[in-house]
Nanobody, 121 residues
Framework: QVLLVESGGGLVQPGGSLRLSCTASRNIFSINGINWYRQAPGKERELIGT???????TYADSVKGRFSISRDNARKTAYLQMNSLKPEDTAVYYC???????????????WGQGTQVTVSS
């Protein structure tokens, strides 16, 4: 059963914006760190940004200044705001989160199923 679900992908023109969401598909206790990755055809999966439970973010140089990660802990949801999109941003985007299913359990890393982002005119 898929635990994390991404949404918000699609086709956008160069220079446009998209906002991706990553949320749990069922009830969980909390989410710790969250990573966003992307994988373009024929390329390795690339870490593009992270956000801690406290909201501290880091970004890959390839997206710094254009992409922004945020989170809503009450909604157990993370967001990836992508601005000034370029054709080279075309990829499947994945969230990867450290999830605590129940209090007292060991947090576990989960992947979402991915959402396609295509930047093209």
């Amino acid at each position: 059963q898929v635990l994390l679900v991404e949404s918000g992908g699609g086709l956008v023109q160069p220079g446009g914006s998209l906002r991706l969401s990553c949320t749990a598909s069922r009830n969980i206790f909390s989410i710790n760190g969250i990573n966003w990755y992307r994988q373009a055809p024929g390329k390795e999966r690339e870490l593009i940004g992270t956000i801690t439970i406290g909201g501290t973010t880091t970004y890959a140089d390839s997206v710094k200044g254009r992409f922004s990660i945020s989170r809503d802990n009450a909604r157990k949801t993370a967001y990836l705001q992508m601005n000034s999109l370029k054709p080279e941003d075309t990829a499947v985007y994945y969230c990867n989160a450290n999830v605590l299913l129940n209090p007292g359990w060991t947090p576990t890393w989960y992947w979402g199923q991915g959402t396609q982002v295509t930047v093209s005119s």
